[in-house]
């Protein structure tokens, strides 16, 4: 029988069973210390996770974790800290066996044992009231959200779709955090300098900010004040920086498009080049004085002239900022890959009628005789002695290809074409340096009635094929395109005239047509000017196609309709010629 079940006098404990006691009640106490409100259960989790240590010294995992939080500022901490347990009271409340959500809970409890840690460790306290309220305004909405569900799905369990949904972004959340770390811990490297002075600068602007901010909500006079400041400050920096930026920018754009010597070594320059060229056209023009007893002299010369700019951007890209002392010897170069001078001696055998003197003996009736002297013709050869001279003018382009310039110096000569060196106006106002179709003549349509003169409007038609042509110094067909006298005598040649003159230079045109008076000018007369470049005679030659109007279809650059009654062409009017 059990004496301690029936009898009413207490059984007496052994000491031993009274220990058991004394260690249940322990156990008791303990499991009641969890079940106390969040800050109790915080700082228990705080003491296991010490080690049994008394102090508040930090683990190297959460030393490293404040680390980690404070460079985000503390602000950021507290929403995130309450974020957190929202989100965990939300999730106890769902959970259903979900071990996706217990796997969650034991992250969020240690984010906030860490965010007791910082608060431990000297953070303000000020914003607890704040993160409370936003702690009720999140449960509430939760609440909400949780309520629409359970009506929707049932108070005891979520639907599948739901779960999976938050499981899901629950997995992608510490994917994406673990990502995060890993590069970040990649970029900066453990222990180094760099990341080190990112960590305090990141701390310090947290800093900046969160007080930044404080103050600003507390004075949102100041802030308004501020804002207008900062918007005059940066808008005076970008101008001064656009234009600091636009300064370089036009220095050095100014500097590639420019001719970099002195104005007047430029002209004396081109001064010099044409003094070569002064010499050469005195060289032409003595040819039958240094080469007497030719039966005939036969020329076919181009143009002795050039574009001054072209000359003035070879040197510029050649020496940039030179002298006159210093291109003579390139001068030279230049010009001998320009022009070029060649005479031939040709000898043909030819026959011709000589008309002889021979005596014979008369028969008088008488019986005397006498003697007389009578004339006749015979055909006879002879050698006919012929001196051909032919100039080319190659242009200056042929200098630029000669010279083998780079990639770089042929773009650079192409842009100072292109912006004349930035001087327009430096070579005055010669013709050749300052190309263009004048507007007002673009579409200009020669009067019907000149055209019923078949022989001008033979030249008009074969002229007209090629307005638009570029001016190309010693230029004489439309295979090489043409200069102003290689343009006048293709066309002359070739309109179905029956004319044969040859290529002819401008003052070769002038001598081999007949003077015409202004007042008497018709369709299809030559214009000439002179001054246009350094030569004697004529320099230039056009085709009149209205002579009341004054207008000319000539090789300009490019080929084109022009009036010759402008202020240039009337400073260098030289006479009229006719074909004949």
């Known amino acids: 029988m059990n004496e301690e079940k029936y009898t009413r006098n207490p059984v007496k404990k052994s000491p031993k069973s009274k220990e058991k006691k004394d260690e249940g009640r322990t156990a008791e106490k303990k499991h009641g210390s969890k079940l106390k409100n969040e800050t109790s259960a915080n700082k228990s989790y705080r003491e296991k996770l010490r080690y049994g240590k008394k102090d508040n ?36 409340r769902n959970e259903d066996n979900n071990s996706g959500t217990d796997s969650l809970n034991a992250g969020l409890a240690v984010a906030e044992n860490g965010a007791g840690k910082i608060r431990e460790h000297g953070q303000s306290r000020k914003y607890a009231r704040k993160i409370h309220k936003r702690n009720e305004h999140l449960e509430a909405v939760q609440g909400a959200k949780g309520a629409k569900e359970a009506g929707e799905a049932g108070e005891s369990t979520m639907s599948a779709t739901f779960k999976a949904n938050r499981k899901k972004m629950m997995q992608k959340e510490f994917a994406e955090a673990a990502a995060k770390k890993k590069a970040k811990e990649a970029a900066n490297g453990v222990g180094s300098i760099t990341k080190r002075f990112t960590d305090k600068a990141e701390d310090l602007m947290g800093r900046l900010a969160e007080w930044v901010t404080e103050f600003f909500q507390e004075h949102p006079g100041i802030l308004l004040i501020a804002l207008l400041i900062l918007i005059v400050v940066l808008l005076v920096s970008s101008l001064l920086t656009s234009c ?25 320059v081109e001064a010099d080049y044409v003094a070569l060229e002064t010499e050469l056209q005195n060289k032409v023009d003595s040819i039958e004085t240094d080469y007497p007893g030719y039966d005939e002299y036969n020329y076919s010369l181009s143009e002795i002239s050039h574009n001054p700019f072209e000359l003035a951007a070879l040197l510029t890209v050649l020496y940039e900022n030179y002298t006159p002392s210093q291109v003579q010897s390139m001068l030279q170069t230049i010009f001998d890959y320009q022009y070029t001078l060649t ?10 009628t000589e008309t002889r003197t021979g005596h014979r003996t008369v028969h008088h009736a008488d019986g005397t005789t006498s003697s007389e002297t009578y004339t006749y013709e015979v055909e006879v050869e002879y050698e006919y002695y012929i001196l051909k001279v032919t100039l080319t003018n190659h242009g200056i382009s042929a200098a630029v290809a000669a010279l083998n310039l780079t990639q770089e110096q042929m773009e650079r000569y192409t842009l100072l074409l292109e912006t004349r060196g930035n001087k327009p106006d430096i070579f005055g106002d010669n013709v050749y340096a300052n190309p263009g179709v004048s507007e007002e003549y673009e579409r200009y349509v020669v009067p019907g009635e000149y055209l019923t003169d078949q022989q001008f409007a033979n030249m008009l038609n074969e002229a007209e094929k ?3 042509y570029p001016y190309v110094w010693g230029g004489s067909s439309p295979s090489t395109s043409f200069d102003c006298s ?7 040649n070739n309109c179905g005239n029956g004319w044969n003159y040859g290529r002819l230079t ?3 045109w002038k001598n081999a047509t007949a003077r015409v008076a202004a007042s008497d000018v018709k369709p299809g007369d030559l214009v000439f000017f002179q001054g246009t470049y350094n030569t004697s005679g004529a320099s230039h030659v056009g085709i009149v196609v209205d002579p009341v109007n ?9 080929i084109q309709y022009a009036s010759y009654d402008t202020a240039y062409w009337r400073s260098h009017a030289y006479c009229y010629g006719r074909i004949q």
């Open 506 to 508: 401008a003052n070769g």
């Open 343 to 352: 005479t031939q001696r040709i000898v043909e055998t030819r026959t011709r």
């Open 550 to 558: 004054k207008i000319m279809i000539h090789c300009g650059n490019p």
């Open 57 to 92: 010294s930090l683990t190297v995992d959460e030393a490293k974790k404040l680390r980690k939080m404070k460079k985000q500022g503390r602000r950021k901490i507290y929403k995130d800290q309450a974020v957190a347990a929202s989100v965990r009271k939300t999730a106890i």
């Open 486 to 492: 290689g343009f006048v005598s293709y066309v002359i």
């Open 244 to 268: 600091s930026v636009m300064g370089g920018g036009v220095n050095g754009t100014t500097v590639v498009t420019s001719f970099t010597a002195e104005d007047d070594d430029i002209r004396q």
């Open 466 to 468: 090629y307005l638009g």
